[in-house]
């Protein structure tokens, strides 16, 4: 499946080609923040919206859950094509993990979410399979009340990357927070980078990466929706550059 819009793009952004001046590592950094765009809504506008971003390494593309539901694998491999850097494919496997890594893996992303709430035999397997891909794996705390308790039984196969996520349906629920608790107790016992997502505007950012934050996922938001984020109707690629100077 391939849009008629990726086929109108100028040839360094079209998919299967990567941008000659822009060659960022396959695995994420441990001293350097990064700033996740996440997008959930049409293919044609993500790819419409990418080429304008940034060429940055610090800035990961992410091909939100939405869209793989909706377009499947080859999405992933559109958004891996326009942006040629970092791609995370937010899959948010429950089950069969390490068949899910792989197929994200083949389609181009250099990094793919897990449930945390997942049995502990899924996201292990999942955690493997990452590895042997050489793919950086993400364990998403969505609706995880101790995300250590569910690392520990992890130690010999601890992820790239654990999440802490305010799900998008509960941004306007009070006292709903993202859990920057948890960053120094994760970080004290195993070596991973902390990603902070659910409701980021500016300020948001900038708390994230104050309390120890190493990824900022901001979401991209279509005309009409509720959530905080990046308006697909503004300048996204002119916001990037705000994101990304907040959370340095």
Partial sequence: MRSELSQALPSQFRPGLRPSRFSPGARLERNKRYLQIA????????LSIIPRLPRDERILVEAGTPLVKEFGASAISEIKGAWGGYVVADLKSSDG????????GRAGANGVTVLGSAPIETVERFIVACESLGVDSMVDMLGVADPLGVLRPLVRHAPSVVIL????????????????RHVKRVKSKFDVLISAAGGVDL??????????ADIVVVNVVEPGQQWAGLSSGDDVGELAVKFLESID
Avoid: C, P, W
Avoid at 97 to 104: D, K, S, T, Y
Avoid at 169 to 179: A, H, L, P, Q, Y
Avoid at 203 to 212: C, I, L, R, V
């Fill in 39 to 46: 997008f959930n809504g049409s293919l044609d506008s993500a």
């Fill in 97 to 104: 993990g390490a068949i899910e890594a792989a197929m994200a």
């Fill in 165 to 180: 996520h305010r799900g998008r349906d509960e941004e306007s629920t009070r006292g709903k927070v993202i859990g920057y």
């Fill in 203 to 212: 300020k948001e950012a900038q708390s994230a990466s104050f309390n120890g």
